[in-house]
């Protein structure tokens, strides 16, 4: 069961130019840490291989099986996440990270210095890129935060000859409100947010605004580039074995399946570049163009 170690994430990003991209969507797995140290609180999913994963299926005593375009496993590292697709080459690219709370979003995509994450890997292949094609690009940095929700976005212009390419890169961590609504919420509302994944909501809310060309929040109008848009995207949906997430895991592999039929529409952000052009002296009567008629 211990097959899926290392995922397959890199192999996602290796085409240049797909054809249009299907959202791809990996599943990582939090490494099962049983704190009862004993056979009582057994793990609920177990890993196949890179693309598969089984989950307990309670109705039947039985397993449910997965498939994605990654499994990440639990001794996946940081490393075998992270993939430096697309980087920035005039194309945008997205790196979403969803699930429950504490099932690892943060770890994913930021993680602690010695195992770095997603945003700072991105970062240092960015200033490599950017060390070796010398100083002509340009790469600006927003952060944005709407609600707890984290997106990084990375611009960066590059100059190619006669031509500009444009690129963004969006790094987000929906790290969900279910903090907030379990610590400020009473009675119902508390009852309402209970089950409900909020990252996974929040995120079908965005889903169905885009869908159905409701009015767009600034979380929508962030992610719509991401979902069903122009950029190569990637969504990792963070799941634990343990069973008290059960519910959760369930909703949010549901949610990564239904995923995989998001289709965008990465292309080429280039502008061609005005040749530079020799000053021409005009003399008063050219300036002035021609006489105007009376
Ligand atoms: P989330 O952002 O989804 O709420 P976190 O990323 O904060 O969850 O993870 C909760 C805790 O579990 C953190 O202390 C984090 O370092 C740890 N953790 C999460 N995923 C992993 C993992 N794959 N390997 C090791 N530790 C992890
Ligand atoms: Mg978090």
Known sequence: ????????????????????????????LWPFVDS??????????????????????WRNHRRLKYQFDAFCGERSAQQDIY??????EGQNASVLAYGPTGAGKTHTMLGSPEQPGVIPQALMDLLQL?????????TRLNQCSSCSHAVLLIQRERLVPFRQQEGKLYLTDLAGSEDNRRTGNKGL??????????SLFVLGKVVDALNQGLPRSKLTRLLQDSLGGSAHSILIANITPERRFYLDTVSVLNFAARSKEMINRPFTNESL???????????????LGPPEAK
């Open 1 to 28: 069961t211990s097959g899926a170690g290392r995922c397959q994430l890199s192999k996602i990003g290796a085409s240049r130019h797909p054809p249009p991209a299907r959202l791809r969507v990996a599943v990582r």
């Open 189 to 198: 509302r508390l009852k309402e947010s209970g089950a409900i994944n909020t």
């Open 36 to 57: 009862t140290a004993g056979t009582s609180n057994p793990p609920c999913v177990w890993s196949m291989d890179s693309f598969s994963l089984e989950i307990a299926n």
């Open 130 to 138: 950017t060390r070796e094609e010398g100083t002509e690009g340009a």
């Open 273 to 287: 570049q005005p040749p530079v052009l020799a000053p021409v002296r005009l003399s008063q009567k050219e300036l």
């Open 83 to 88: 993939t430096g697709q697309h980087l920035l």
